[in-house]
């Protein structure tokens, strides 16, 4: 990850994790609020890694810098939006994303 750290990621698995757990429209919007507060480039980072970790590609995996630039090309405009609705599974997304790329063996080379 070139601009979202670690740290961010955890951040929004902790309020995904809340989100999910309390289900109310306050806690979505509070993850929502702070995904848009985010930079651009690294909600594109965010989206790359949630669609890793969703294993879009399980099939033909594809490494987290190609999911970069998909997700640059073609993400939703309303990324922070469409991250934030994906919050009964975006903790074991974001996670699982994390592993993989701790993973040397997870990711082909690009």
Do not use: C
Request: no cysteine; aromatic share 6%; proline share 4%.
């Amino acid at each position: 990850m070139k601009t979202l750290t670690r740290s961010k990621v955890h951040e929004v698995i902790t309020l995904a994790d809340m989100a999910k757990a309390d289900s109310t429209r306050a806690s979505d919007a509070r993850l929502e609020r702070f995904i848009k507060a985010m930079p651009k480039e690294e909600q594109i980072e965010l989206l790359a890694l949630m669609w890793m970790g969703r294993d879009d590609a399980v099939d033909d995996p594809i490494s987290y810098e190609e999911h970069v630039e998909y997700a640059r090309r073609d993400g939703d405009e309303n990324a922070a939006g469409y991250i934030s609705e994906k919050v009964l599974m975006l903790g074991e997304y974001l996670r699982h994303g994390l592993d993989l790329l701790d993973d040397p063996n997870g990711i082909p080379a690009k």
